[in-house]
């Protein structure tokens, strides 16, 4: 899904409905939390691997260093990430 897809379904409900997410853990038990925050990140996991697509990340192409600091900053492809906390 894409940013587009969901302002064209969420236009379709009051703007005012409160909004909570569905998710359901291995055991089956579903859990129904409200959005705790949303940002633009990476699509990446601990594990280095995308929840888009599930390939692993290419450090040197997703990392640069900044010259001033020598610290490593994120420059491959970023999302929307809707944090729903801990579930």
Known sequence: MIVQDLINQLSSF???TPILCQSTDP???????PIKSIELGNPFDDNGFS??????????????????????F??????VIINLGTV
């Open 27 to 33: 055991s089956d038990y579903t859990y129904k939390t």
């Open 51 to 72: 929840g888009l697509d599930d390939s692993e990340m290419d450090w040197e192409e997703c990392y640069e260093e900044d010259e001033e600091t020598g610290e490593d």
């Open 74 to 79: 994120y420059i491959g492809p970023k999302v």
């Open 14 to 16: 009051d703007p005012e």
